[in-house]
């Protein structure tokens, strides 16, 4: 199993351009999330999702957002970027839905925003 | 609100010293508590999880306790190896599923 994936590992962008942020697990996994971490605040949830179809907001969802076509993709965009959304971003996934499980993490998305 | 704290910040002890990690929460409605390892530009990797019905959790050189009356639990890590150093990251898994993160504790082991 790859576990979780996320591509790419680093970007550039400009304030306004737009972008998706991949991520695919191949664990067959209901629950799917993403994190930022920002230095000094851990991780913050923007989006995460409990099966195909389903999808609902975090803590920081503003500026983002997601769609959960297949249980494998959990793909996040950028409409606008601004400098305030530089980051690691993070995927994670888990088998089940009630919290009692383990959370698999993907490696991560270094993003800057000029 | 869950708020989940862990102290200290950072942490340095000498290579074979026993390193003590802590992480501390205010709401005692939780479904379980993780700790993860974090790596120098690399993802998370999880160490432990701990059901809220459990006590504690030990896995080689690792174990972790949970006390949910007082919010609080300690990762030990017994007889340091520069190898271990990381950043150690607790999480909450509340009630919705959801998972609530410390800021972590930075350790360097010296050899």
């Known amino acids: 199993n790859a576990g979780v994936t996320q591509t790419p590992k680093f970007q550039v962008l400009k304030t306004g351009q737009s972008m998706t942020l991949q991520c695919a697990q191949d664990m067959n996994h209901e629950y799917m999330s993403w994190y930022r971490q920002d230095p000094g605040m851990g991780l913050r949830l923007i989006h995460y999702s409990v099966g195909a179809g389903i999808t609902d907001q975090g803590e920081v969802p503003n500026g983002y957002n997601v769609s959960r076509s297949t249980t494998e993709d959990f793909p996040l965009r950028l409409l606008s970027a601004a400098p305030s959304q530089t980051s690691v971003y993070f995927c994670?996934?888990?088998?089940?839905?009630?919290?009692?499980?383990?959370?698999?993490f993907g490696p991560g998305t270094r993003l800057t925003v000029t | 609100k869950q708020e989940v704290t862990q102290i200290p910040a950072a942490l340095s002890v000498p290579e074979g010293e026993n390193l003590v990690l802590n992480c501390s929460f205010t709401d005692s409605a939780i479904y379980n508590l993780q700790w993860f390892r974090q790596d120098p530009g690399k993802g998370l990797t999880s160490l432990l999880l701990i059901q809220s019905s459990q006590r504690e959790q030990t896995s080689g050189r690792l174990n972790a306790s949970l006390d949910k009356s007082s919010g609080r639990s300690t990762l030990y890590i017994a007889a340091s190896q520069p190898g271990d150093s990381a950043t150690y990251l607790c999480a909450i898994t509340d009630s919705w599923g959801k998972l609530q993160f410390g800021a972590g504790t930075q350790v360097v082991v010296t050899p």
């Open positions: 994670a996934s888990r088998s089940g839905l009630a919290g009692a499980y383990e959370q698999y």
